[in-house]
T-cell receptor, first 114, second 112 residues
Framework: AQSVAQPEDQVNVAEGNPLTVKCTYS??????LFWYVQYPNRGLQFLLK??????LVKGSYGFEAEFNKSQTSFHLKKPSALVSDSALYFC????????????FGGGTRLMVKP | ETGVTQSPTHLIKTRGQQVTLRCSSQ?????VSWYQQALGQGPQFIFQ???????GRGNFPPRFSGLQFPNYSSELNVNALELDDSALYLC???????????FGSGTRLTVV
């Protein structure tokens, strides 16, 4: 079975500082990894994905994530946080030929303070 | 290019009733998935349809059922509603489920 862990319920960061939202996964097979962001009363917005290739993935709104196979991690990062980045962030994993489903972590609330 | 649209946006039902939620996939997408997101939790996979056939199902009872139509729009039906079915129901479409999934804004279902 596949699983995703987001160890921090909330991350607080000051505007302009770098941010990291942590994600670790457990799969048997090659993972496809995703990050989504959710604003209040909205659906999920796609940020970035790792399928194969370069371990550093760049996505929307200046976000990036680094795939680390040995640590089974896919942490989301941004060099300089904005107040508008405040939202709920979800990491998700999918294993090819394993039911086609995305398995999500429990989410991390990012609070960026001015 | 249109995104994924879901209707209705909000719904209140009584325990024991039945409900149908609707989803229009993004243009060109042939795969649709449904997820349940309870308050304060991550989305949970319900099932997926590919070209009108169910090709994946999560740990949900048979009273959760679905359809995908030739135009790739989709319905989620829930029978015998329970209080714990109160959640945000998200529809996601993709092309062959390989690329990123595009999510709709969801339907907020409240069961009283």
């Amino acid at each position: 079975a596949q699983s995703v862990a987001q160890p921090e319920d909330q991350v607080n960061v000051a505007e302009g500082n770098p941010l990291t939202v942590k994600c670790t996964y457990s799969v048997s097979g090659n993972p496809y990894l995703f990050w989504y962001v959710q604003y209040p009363n909205r659906g999920l917005q796609f940020l970035l994905k790792y399928i194969t290739g370069d371990n550093l993935v760049k996505g929307s709104y200046g976000f990036e994530a680094e795939f680390n196979k040995s640590q089974t991690s896919f942490h989301l990062k941004k060099p300089s946080a904005l107040v508008s980045d405040s939202a709920l962030y979800f990491c998700a994993v999918r294993v090819n030929n394993a039911g086609n489903m995305l398995t999500f972590g429990g989410g991390t609330r990012l609070m960026v303070k001015p | 290019e249109t995104g994924v649209t879901q209707s209705p946006t909000h719904l209140i039902k009584t325990r024991g009733q039945q409900v149908t939620l609707r989803c229009s996939s993004q243009s060109g997408h042939n795969t649709v998935s449904w997820y349940q997101q309870a308050l304060g939790q991550g989305p949970q996979f319900i099932f997926q349809y590919y070209r009108e056939e169910e090709n994946g199902r999560g740990n949900f009872p048979p009273r959760f059922s679905g359809l995908q139509f030739p135009n790739y729009s989709s319905e989620l039906n829930v029978n015998a509603l329970e209080l714990d079915d109160s959640a945000l129901y998200l529809c996601a479409s993709s092309l062959d489920s390989f690329y990123g999934y595009t999510f709709g804004s969801g339907t907020r279902l409240t069961v009283v």
